[in-house]
C-alpha cells in the first residue's frame, strides 16, 4: 500500500521516467513476467465520428495489475519497457488481445476500427511488419480496421523505423500520429511519414475554444496531406462543438467514454444503437 503511494506521488503529473531506484529495477525486474502471469489488461477508449457522433473506432490502451503496487498506468510502465526490451512481448501481446477482441465488433452494421499504440523499439525488431500480417490473419480483422499509432518524435528522423511504417502501410494498415504537435519535426519530415491520420495532442484539445484558429489551422494542413483528423482529451461539450467546426474528423476523451474493458463499452455501443446518435 505504501509502495502504491510513493509511486502516485512520484509520476503524478510529471513526465514518466521520474521513476527510479528502487521502484525502477522492481518495475523492469516484474515486467518480464507480467505478459506471461496475465497481468496485463486492455482497455478501449471509444473514437466517436464528428458528424454523426457514432463511435467507429476504439484506442487499445495496455494497464498494467501489479500484484502487490495495485494498477500501474502506461505512462510509468511502457518507457521502462522500451529500456528493458519488455516491450517487444507486451506489444506483441496487446496486438494479439486487442485485434481478437474487436475482429467480431460492429456498430450499427459497420464494422469497429481499431487503433494500438507502437513504441518505435518494436519497429525495430526484425520482422515486425511480418509478425502484424500473421495477427490480423489469425484473428480475421481486415488490414484496414487497423491503425498503428506512433509518436512523431519517436519517428520521425529513424529510417529503419520509416521502413517498416512503409511495410505496414503496404499491407493496408493505417499509421497514426499520435500527439501531433508536441514534438518539435519540421512540416517536410511529416510529408515524408507514411502517415494516414494525426492525432491533435490534448494539450491543444485542452485551450479549445481558445485555441480554435490553430486547432483549425492543423486541420487543414493535415487535410491538405489527406490525412484524417482525430483529437483526443475531448472532455467539454465546447471542445467537442470547437472541433467539429474546425472540421476534424474524430474526437476521442473523458466526454465520449472512458477507457474501460471491452464488454463495457461494447454494451454502451450496442446500447447507443438502439438510441441512436446523439448528435450531428
Ligand atoms: P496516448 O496514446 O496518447 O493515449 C491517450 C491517453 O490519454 C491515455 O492515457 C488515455 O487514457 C488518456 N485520455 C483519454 N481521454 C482523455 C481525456 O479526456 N482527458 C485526459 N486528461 N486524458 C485522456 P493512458 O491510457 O494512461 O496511456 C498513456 C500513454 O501510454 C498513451 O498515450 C500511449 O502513448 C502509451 N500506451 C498505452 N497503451 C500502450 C500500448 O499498448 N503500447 C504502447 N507502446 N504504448 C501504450
Ligand atoms: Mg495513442
Ligand atoms: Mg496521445
Ligand atoms: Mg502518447
Redesign the pocket.
Known sequence: RQDMYRLKARTRGLPAPVVDGMDRLRLETDLHDAASRNELVV?Y?PQVDAGTGRTVAV?????WQHPTLGMV???VF?PIAEDSGA?GE??AH?LAVACSTVAGWHVGGTPLELA????AS?LHTAGFSDFVRLVLKQTGLAAHRLVL?V?ESQVVADTDALGELTALRALGVGISV??FGTGYSSLSQLRRLPATEV?ID?SFTAELPGSASFVAGIVALAHSLDLRVVA????QPEQLRALIDAGCDRA????LG??APAADVRSRTDAAETEGPTHG
Do not use: C, F, M, W
Open positions: 482497455h477508449q484506442e487499445a490502451l495496455v494497464r498506468p502506461p505512462g511502457i516491450i507486451i506489444g496487446v494500438v499504440n507502437v513504441s518494436q499509432e509518436t499520435d500527439d492525432k490534448q483526443e482529451g475531448v472532455e476521442q476523451g473523458y466526454l472512458r477507457p
